[in-house]
């Protein structure tokens, strides 16, 4: 079986103050090991078994498999939320996304008001998401297990805003959260290195059309 647990980028003490060592075993160690477990025991003897955990949720969402949808959507999830996110991450973007976040939202200062208003009030469980599409930026939130993968919105980076993220830490001051990981936490690097495969995929498939005879 092809699905494990990823390791994470940092000890599980690097982005302390900001989120605890106590959150990020928590979330980690049980919420996400629980989530890559349940996916493996559902996949298991299935056609999916030695698929990638992206062909997964990608398959699942699209034959209406709502559980294994949800298990294995919230495992990709949460590795893409450990690379969001970096020791002595945040503040100020740089390099391409920097620009297109000026093009998108008109200042760093317009985006960051916008990200904290949709990640703040995204109703219960969920995400808040910063995508690509057709040439622009975007923030979208989703409920519960949900993801853009999979759509044509290309996901950047991500924040958790379930309460096992910053319940520990911040208990009901999910705002408080959510300006720690915009000042400290959001990892640029991972966004530029998205950023850059999404820009370069219309050329891609543009080439492996011209390249069929299309």
Same mark, same amino acid.
């Given at each position: ?29 049980? $919420? ?16 999916? #078994? ?24 919230q495992a990709w999830n949460h590795d893409f939320l450990? $690379? ?7 503040? #100020? ?39 690509? #599409? ?28 379930? #309460? $096992?993220?910053?319940y520990l830490d911040y208990q009901h001051r999910r ?40």
């Amino acid at each position: 079986m092809s699905i494990t647990q990823t390791t994470l980028p940092y000890a599980a003490s690097a982005l302390e103050p900001h989120i605890s060592r106590h959150t990020l075993n928590a979330h980690y160690g049980h $919420h996400h090991a629980a989530y890559v477990a349940k996916t493996r025991t559902l996949i298991q003897r299935t056609p999916l #078994e030695s698929a990638s955990l992206e062909e997964v949720v990608l398959t699942s969402r699209q034959q209406h498999m709502k559980r294994l949808f949800s298990i294995s959507a919230q495992a990709w999830n949460h590795d893409f939320l450990w $690379h969001s996110m970096r020791p002595g991450g945040g503040g #100020e973007p740089y390099g391409a996304i920097a620009s297109l976040i000026e093009k998108s939202f008109g200042s760093q200062r317009a985006f960051s008001q916008e990200f904290v208003t949709m990640a703040g009030d995204q109703f219960g469980s969920g995400w808040c998401w910063l995508v690509y #599409e057709a040439g622009r930026l975007d923030i979208v939130a989703t409920s519960n297990a949900d993801t853009p993968l999979g759509s044509t919105q290309l996901p950047l980076l991500t924040i958790d805003v379930w #309460e $096992h993220a910053y319940y520990l830490d911040y208990q009901h001051r999910r705002l408080d959260y959510i300006a720690a990981f915009l000042g400290h936490l959001i990892n640029w690097d991972f966004a530029n290195q998205n950023l850059a495969r999404a820009m370069a995929a219309p050329a891609q498939e543009a080439a492996a059309r011209k390249a069929a005879g299309g």
